[in-house]
């Protein structure tokens, strides 16, 4: 029995460790993982070279149904916020207070773009 929907964004120059460890650990703990991009089974490359196949689009996830996002570094943030579907998606996710959010690096410029997210304290190391 699945404990939830986990969604991990990908796209391509991703941080490959801010990826793939999160992913198998959330499977590893019962929770149904798709790898979200805007294009569906399309292969994305880490900055190292390693790949992720993408799962699902944003118009496929219901971010009511959705507990843990996971936003991977690298330059793969900077061109998520390029595309509305995805800044909608994470937005609607992060202010829906369903579950977490997690984000390396550069998340926040992600969500701000989505220009729809509440006020909330966020860091980047």
Not at 104 to 121: E, G, I, L, P
Request: glycine letters at 8%.
């Amino acid at each position: 029995m699945s404990k939830g929907l986990a969604i991990v964004f990908a796209e391509d120059n991703y941080e490959c460790l801010e990826l793939h460890y999160p992913r198998l650990r959330l499977i590893e703990a019962g929770y149904t993982v798709q790898v979200v991009a805007p294009e569906k089974d399309k292969i994305f490359k880490s900055k190292e070279g390693y790949w992720a196949k993408s799962t699902a689009v944003p118009e496929d996830i219901k971010a009511e149904e959705v507990k843990v996002v996971v936003v991977p570094g690298g330059f793969c943030t900077d061109r998520l916020r390029r595309y509305p579907n995805c800044c909608e998606l994470l937005a609607k996710c992060w202010n829906g207070g369903n579950g977490a959010v997690v984000g390396f690096m550069y998340v926040a410029a992600v969500n701000s773009t989505a220009a729809r997210s509440k006020a909330v304290v966020s860091t980047s190391v």
